[in-house]
């Protein structure tokens, strides 16, 4: 039997399980929330509201366990209870994955694209623009619950957030990451703690670029959308000098070669005069007519923007992010970026 035809028979009953255990899952994510409506329906309609809720949801769960086993404590019920409350009148920026305009609505127009497991989990972000930013990047993306929970402690909106041209900053509540130009891709800093080398005395850039390739899964979701691996120390030639390129990958969406270059010491303008000079090349001999100019980014643990700012010209397309091998104090991202909103608004949010 034809090896590449059983894979395809393989294919077909894999996705179809897969498309069968989504749909049951969403299924009980529309339960849930219906459930939730008519535990708030049916509290409201008591005398002593605080009492009476509390014998509905005993009562209820009670019977549901009897009925249908684990799944229905109250405890849980409760969980139901606050989602409904918490997404009745929630709206996303639903127009940027038109793809599932299929799955029902209820009856606020609200459609639900994710697990419980990740609604339980955006349930506890408190601030509403976070949460709507993290469910439409784990739609669009197919995160994963462990994925999106990485993300999220990662402070990826915060991170972005700091990173972002001003006058866009708010559309990630809207329609979450958008990739149109070099600016966009770029985070700082990158938090790179599933390489595990935080408790390392010391390394060189060599044991940070190999923990990179064997993480490279990992890396690639931390950099985000479109990316594609080329390969590592990539060697060009010119006017008979060899040179490195640390790591080349190419971004799909915007149709360019992406160059980092790893330091593990203080940036110097040195170091960007070196990254120019990749990316000069890259334009000049690898890229052809009809794709975007290069990007080139230097991952360093230390910078000073000055000097960055100094030596790079107006306009340039190379970028200089810090890099962390711990994940991020959240609280501190969360008041620097409360700073940084300040300074931009005038003190005021728009």
């Not at 697990?115 to 506890?124: A, E, P």
């Not at 993300?151 to 979450?176: H, W």
């Amino acid at each position: 039997m034809n090896d590449e035809f059983l894979k395809s028979i393989v294919d077909i009953l894999e996705n179809a399980r897969k498309n069968a255990k989504t749909a049951v899952n969403l299924s009980m994510v529309y339960a849930y929330f219906e459930i939730g409506q008519k535990i708030i329906e049916e509290e409201q309609s008591g005398k002593d509201r605080a009492a009476y809720g509390r014998q509905v949801l005993q009562s209820l769960a009670k019977c549901l366990t009897e009925k249908f086993g684990k799944g229905f404590s109250m405890d849980n019920l409760k969980l139901m209870r606050r989602f409904y409350t918490m997404y009745a009148n929630d709206q996303i920026g639903e127009t940027v994955f038109p793809q599932f305009q299929n799955l029902p609505a209820t009856k606020t127009g609200r459609r639900f694209y994710l697990s419980w497991s990740h609604y339980l989990k955006l349930m506890r972000i408190d601030n509403v623009d976070e949460r709507h930013f993290y469910e439409i990047e784990a739609i669009k993306n197919d995160w994963s619950l462990s994925e999106l929970k990485r993300q999220f402690n990662s402070s990826l909106y915060e991170r972005l957030m700091l990173s972002t041209n001003k006058n866009k900053v708010y559309d990630l509540a809207l329609k979450g990451q958008i990739i149109s130009k070099a600016e966009d891709i770029v985070k700082d800093p990158y938090i790179l703690e599933f390489l595990g080398m935080q408790e390392l005395p010391e390394y060189s850039e060599n044991e940070l670029e190999s923990r990179i390739i064997d993480h490279l899964q990992q890396f690639l979701l931390e950099l985000g959308k479109g990316f594609a691996y080329i390969g590592r120390q990539v060697r060009f030639t010119f006017d008979e000098e060899h040179f490195r390129v640390d790591l080349v990958f190419y971004n799909r969406l915007l149709h360019c070669f992406v160059l980092f270059d790893l330091k593990i010491g203080k940036l110097t303008h040195q170091d960007l005069g070196q990254m120019q000079m990749y990316v000069n090349y890259y334009d000049r001999y690898e890229k052809t007519a009809d794709e975007n100019p290069t990007i080139g980014i230097l991952l360093c643990n230390e910078k000073n923007d000055a000097v960055v700012e100094l030596t790079l010209p107006e306009n340039s397309n190379i970028y200089a992010s810090q890099y962390k091998l711990y994940l991020p104090d959240k609280k501190e991202l969360q008041q620097k970026l409360k700073e940084w909103i300040s300074e931009e608004t005038g003190g005021t949010k728009t």
